[in-house]
Structure formats: C-alpha cells, structure tokens
C-alpha cells in the first residue's frame, strides 16, 4: 500500500539542503520521524534524524571496528536494498496493554566498499512513530572469515546542544545500575547506561537504549567530545567486546521521540523491535501479588544466614503464607532457604547450593502447604555473582522447583560490576560485566532452561532490560536500579524524586521489580540498621508518605507485585492496605497521563479482563495539585471513584502517615483534583457501576 507522507516535506527539505547525492531517507508513519543514511566525506557511514521538522540526532557516525579484520569506517558507499512497511496488531500475554500496534517503514541499506575484499554491510532501520531502531547485519564475506573478535562499535549519538537536560546513571561503576539518577546539562554527564534520557530546549524528550540484546555485550554511551556520544561496549574478560562469527546480527540501537514526558512511556518501540513470542502456550506464568521473607533482613530483624534469627524457616514461612491466603496474594518469596549464606554471602558464589536447605526449612512441606492454600512458594537463587557455580546446578534446582510446583525464581547476582564470575574450560576463572557478551548468554541459558520446565525468572543485580520479555515471556520481571531495599540501609535512601524519575528513564526498558508498599516509615527509636545491635546507627526513615507507597503499584509498573512489608503492618492498617489488595499487576490499556522528569507522573490503567481503572500520581519533594481529566474512562458510564490520597498535615519528613480514603461518582467528563504532598502521591479505583 502507498503512503504519501504530507507531514515529512518540511523535514525532508531541511535534510535535502545538506545531504549529498547518495542520501537516503526513510519517515515514520505519520511523517513526523525522518531518518537520513549517507557518508561522509571520507566515506564514513552516517545517519542523522529530525521530528518536526527539527534535528533531534545530528549527522552522527556508524560503524564497527575488529582486532585482525579491516573495520566498516572510510571508504564506503551506500546503495538502496530494500523497503518494506508494516501495520499490524500483537498481542501480549501480559503486559501494560493487552494489543499493541506496530507501525513502522523500514529502510534496508548496503554499505560497501570497492575493494577486491568486498567489505560490506547491512543497515536495516525502522521508523515508528514514536520513534527508530537500526542494526547492523553483517553477512558471511571474505574479509570476515573464522572467529570475530569486535573491538569497538563507532555508532555515534550527536544530541543537539539546544538548552538539553540529560537524566542518566554512571555505567562501568562497581554499583551495577544502583545509582541516583543526576539530571545535568548535556556537558556533564560522563559514560552512561542506557535508557539515558534528554529534553532538548523546545520540550522534545528522547530516550537512547537498545533492543535484543542477544549474543552480545551491553552498549553504555561516552560523552566523548562536545555533543557526541559513543556506543560504548562492556568488554569481555578475555580482551574484545564481542566474539562471534560472520553472519550476525546486533541488537537495535533504538531512539524514542516524543513531543512531551508522556509520550515517552506511551511508546511500544522496545517491545516492537524484538521477536515475538517463541515460547508458544505460555499459560503457565502467572502475574500476580507476592509476600516475602525478605524486608526483615533489610531491617535487620532476621537473617539470610542460620542461626537465631533466621527468616527462612518452615514456621515462619507457613505464617506469611497463610496471610497471603486470607488476602488474596499467589505467591510467598523465600530468601535464605538455601545453604551458602553463613558469613559474607556476598562472597559465597563458590559455595551455594541451589537443591540443598538448612535443616529447619522442610521445602517439600512448604511447597504442599502453600499448594494446599493456593499460595506457591516463589523460588529464589542467590549466585553472588558466579554464574559457573549456578549453571553447574542450574538443571537440577530448576528440575526440583518444577517437582514441587514452584513457577517463579527470583534469581540475584549481587556481585561488584565487572566481578561475574565465570570458568572457563581451562578451568581459568574469568571476571565479566553484568552486561558483557558471556552474562548476557548466562541470563539468556537461564531463561530458556527455566521455560522448559514452566517456570518463571525475575532476576535482580541483571543485565538490562532489553524488552526480550516478548519473546521469552517467562522473563517477568527483573531489577536493575535502586528498588526499596535502599529505604531500609541506603547512604543516602532513596529521595522522593527518584520514584517521579523511573518511570521516564529506566522504566522505558521494560518491568522493574521495585517491591513498594512499606507502610511503617518510620523505625522505632533506638531501632539500628542491619545488622541490628546496640551500638548500630539509626534507621534512616523511608522518604514518601504512606499513599505514595499505594500509587507506586501503578506508577512503577511489574507483573509481579510484592506487599514488601511485615505483615503485621498490614494488619495495623487495614484501610489503606484494602487498595494493595485490590490493584492488579496485568493490565488491558495503560497511559501516562500527565508528568514531567523528575517532578511528578500520573498514569491511568485497565485491569486486563475487567472494566476498573486505577490510577496512580507521585510527586517529588515539592506539593503540588493535579487536576487530571479522567477522559480515559468509557463515555457514557459512571465509575465510583474510590481515592487514597495525602491526608491533612501529611509529608514525607514532617508525617508521612496521614492518609484521606474517600469516594465520590465520576464520568469521562470530569476530572479529580490530587492535592499531592511533599514527597506524597494518590493512588485511585475507579469501579462501574452496575449496568
């Protein structure tokens, strides 16, 4: 079918003006998106990309560098291959949405040198409109034989200077993705995980990541000079970036565009750039709501460890088992069960045992206690950062969770960054990245060894979200930044805005298991940090206020939810905990209504097979009021809204617990008014009434 793309003749244009005569271009759907392929003069491959009109990726480099091999750089001509377009419908298992559109034009282009060696390769790009991934695909040819060894991926990210405000966390650091975000000019930030995001001077907001990351290393980004940034690859142990042999495929470098913050978590651009589900009936995983032993050893309360004040025993783990039945949550997480935790666990990688319990938790009765209740024990493998020692055992333990009807495993490597342990056939211990090529297969093993036995992997201290949960749908949810776990012992915890900040920046990869809803916010006095002991400093306080803890079951989106507190906390708080109770984790439609970086968000959702919506707003350290349009409703039907907001006095230093419960009758027509406190949010039911 042949579009004419009206909205792009202004774009294209303002690209004509400097493009040479072998230029090639390729709009978005609605026109707005314009990506130009060409050389320079030196007959480097580039690119360059506008939206409306104006420059949003500057004429940047492309490019890929080997230790024996001559590079794809100078020299090079291009040649048009290909064109295709797509607009069709997918549909999610589970999700933020249900359906999900892709719209793209695709631009398939050769670059080639004319040298007897036939160098040469493809540039495939897609342009949605919210946004474009490119990747190179480089085929079997002369110059290219054997074993590859990458040194550098030269792609380049030339971001306009225009009064741009970067948010980003440092990449190469020993902390893994656990960092603040800063949000500086564009001169000061350094090398950089990506999702990195950028809002230019006239409001555009663009997002850097990648999507399928598949046999490769992790691309962080380098301010290398000016404006320019650099793909940076995690190097392996053994000296390149990347090994592997001709053909081969990267992952997409992928760029959202939006007009506004929104627009960038309204976007499906990760997901849509990877395969879709490969994994056929995969009714067996399971979002839903979780309990844990797990907060008591952030509190330091219990242990992970034997001894008097181990959590993971079988008494211990029936209890919250049977507060999970009488409140409607699938699933119990149990951390510590397992031998290997005595002493610094964190250095234990060369000794946990993945089938092996300490004798006062009994893991068959558990699991047939939990069965019996409807209540599954969730799994949980800490590899300190081995991931040979966890392979070693990898089929056996996920052989012993699937006997015992386990579904979910929540998986840790808790090792400093460029510390993954891994043993080579010469029996040579190498030392990796979390994102480097060998944990990126490590995780990827895990993931397909855990699908043939029906079960499930979140996995924390990861590699990054690359939206691969399309295509291995039982990848549910991982980590990957600062979670709750720094409200209980951080230097510094985790500030208001760090919550109004993730929904723009990391949660654009994909789900985050941040396990919110701590509703005791405040340790008792005298109360020390893990572990706990006389001498010990104080707790810090948890910086939001009770009802922020609600929203963030909306704002922070996962399939998988935890309740994070003790239960016994719940039990002091019924009314606000109700809405825990009611919120679900798999939703039909989700938008991001109303936000700016770093200041506020609300996001409105559809519960998947039902009607309700719920809606959640956070907000920074400031108070502010949002009055949000509920245009998102059906026309035509009155919904009870059912409102957990700031109560009067409530802030997150002065009093964080007073929450005002409310309901009033609404329509599409109306809007709700949040009055947000410092450090506070709102979180919202909205039930139809009876037809």
């Known amino acids: 079918m042949l579009r004419t793309f009206f909205p792009a003749l202004a774009a294209l244009s303002l690209l004509a003006s400097a493009a040479g005569a072998q230029d090639l271009t390729v709009a978005s759907p609605d026109g707005n998106i314009v990506v130009t392929l060409g050389t320079d003069g030196t007959g480097r491959p580039t690119y360059a990309v506008s939206f409306a009109g104006e420059a949003v990726i500057e004429p940047s480099h492309l490019g890929l560098r080997f230790a024996e091999q001559p590079a794809f750089e100078d020299g090079m001509t291009i040649e048009e291959k290909s064109r ?28 080639a040198d004319e040298d007897d060696e036939k160098r040469r390769f493809d540039l495939r790009v897609r342009v949605f409109d919210d946004g474009l991934g490119f990747r190179y695909e480089v085929p079997k040819q002369r110059a290219l034989r054997g074993e590859l060894a990458i040194t550098d991926e030269t792609t380049e990210f030339v971001v306009p200077e225009r009064g741009t405000t970067a948010w980003w966390i440092p990449a190469r650091m ?4 656990e960092y603040l975000y800063e949000e500086t000019p564009l001169s000061a930030v350094t090398t950089v995980h990506t999702p990195v995001t950028f809002r230019l001077g006239d409001g555009t907001h663009l997002s850097i990541h ?10 962080a980004l380098t301010l290398a000079h000016g404006n320019r940034f650099e793909a940076n690859l995690a190097p392996r142990a053994d000296g390149p970036k990347v090994k592997l042999e001709a053909p081969f495929k990267t992952p997409w470098r992928t760029i959202q565009v939006a007009k506004d913050a929104p627009g960038l978590i309204n976007s ?13 009936d995969v009714s067996w995983v399971e979002p839903g709501k979780y309990m844990g032993i797990w907060w008591g050893m952030h509190l330091g ?15 211990n783990t029936k209890a919250v088992m049977d507060f999970a039945a009488e409140h409607g949550f699938s699933g119990v997480l149990v951390e510590g069960w397992n031998t290997g935790w005595d002493g610094e666990w964190f250095e234990n990688g060369d000794v946990f045992s993945f089938t092996e319990a300490y004798p006062d938790f009994d893991i068959e009765a558990v699991t047939q206690y939990g069965n019996e209740k409807g209540v599954r024990l969730i799994g949980h493998h800490e590899t300190s950062g081995n991931i040979t020692n966890y392979e070693r055992q990898m089929e056996a333990a996920y052989d012993l969770y699937e006997r015992l009807g386990v579904r979910q495993v929540k998986t840790g490597y808790v090792a400093d960054a460029g510390e993954m342990k891994r043993v080579g056939e010469d029996g040579i211990a190498h030392y990796e990245f979390h994102d480097g090529q060998a944990a990126v297969a490590h995780h990827l093993r895990a993931v397909e060894e855990a699908a043939k036995r029906h079960i ?26 600062r979670g709750t776990e720094y409200d209980a012992w951080g230097e510094p915890t985790n500030p208001p805005a760090h919550t109004a900040i993730l929904p723009f920046t990391r949660m654009l990869s994909g789900p985050m298991d941040y396990t919110p809803g701590i509703f005791k916010l405040r340790p008792e006095e005298g109360e020390g940090s893990p572990p706990a002991a006389p001498d010990a400093d104080p707790r810090p306080n948890v910086q939001t206020t009770l009802a922020k803890q609600l929203a963030l079951y909306v704002v922070l989106y996962s399939p998988i939810q935890m309740a994070a507190d003790l239960p016994e906390h719940y039990e002091a708080n019924p009314a606000p905990f109700r809405f825990i109770e009611d919120v679900p984790t798999d939703w039909e439609e989700s938008v991001a209504l109303q936000g700016e970086v770093g200041d506020y968000v609300a996001i409105a959702r559809r519960r998947r097979g039902g009607d309700d919506w719920y809606l959640g707003a956070v907000t920074d350290e400031e108070a502010r009021e949002l009055s949000v349009p509920l245009s998102f409703l059906d026309e035509g039907r009155t919904y009870t809204a059912e409102i957990y907001r700031d109560g009067e006095g409530a802030d ?6 007073p929450v005002a419960i409310e309901q009033r009758e609404v329509t599409s027509a109306d809007q709700v008014d949040l009055p947000l406190a410092r450090g506070g949010g709102a979180a919202l039911r909205f039930v139809p009434a009876a037809e």
């Open 301 to 315: 309360t219990q242990t992970w460890g034997s001894g008097p004040l181990h959590g993971a025993t079988t008494e």
């Open 210 to 219: 990648e999507a399928a990351l598949v046999d490769y290393s992790g691309m």
């Open 652 to 657: 997150f230093e002065a009093d964080p617990y």
């Open 268 to 280: 499906d651009l990760i997901l849509n750039l990877n395969e879709p589900n490969r994994l056929g």
């Open 456 to 481: 499930a992997i979140n996995a924390h201290e990861p590699v990054k979200d690359t939206g691969l949960r399309r295509t291995y749908p039982n990848w549910i949810s991982r980590e990957g930044a």
């Open 174 to 177: 020993w902390n893994r993705y």
């Open 84 to 111: 295709e377009e797509a607009d069709e419908t997918w549909e999610q298992p589970w999700g933020e949405r249900r359906i999900v559109a892709d719209r793209h034009n695709e631009l398939l282009v050769t670059y």
